[in-house]
């Protein structure tokens, strides 16, 4: 079972409080051993003796991406349509950061 739960950010102490941004789960299985295997495993072998939880955090130059374009257009409803469009936040990938 896997279950998200929102935390708070704590990967830079100096940024801004961001709450519920950086997501975290508890998985039961080694995913990224999955992903990264040049061969067949079985499932059962990736299982963790307890879940292992992990934090999901977007890296310091995306961040620094979106705070330039909230600078620039600024936080209204019609600046956030221009972000939209300009910067697309669908690529960027968050880091897993396991915490346990």
Known sequence: MIR???TPSVRDPAAPRREGLNPSLA???DVKGFIESKEKIPVSSL??????KCRFSLGRSQID?????LNTYG???AAMTK???????ATFHRE?????
């Open 47 to 52: 299982a963790f003796e307890e879940p292992r």
């Open 65 to 69: 991406t979106i705070e330039r374009a």
């Open 83 to 89: 972000i939209v469009s300009y910067v697309h936040v």
């Open 96 to 100: 897993c950061e396991f915490v346990n």
């Open 27 to 29: 998985p039961s299985y």
């Open 4 to 6: 998200v739960v929102p």
């Open 75 to 77: 936080r209204d409803l």
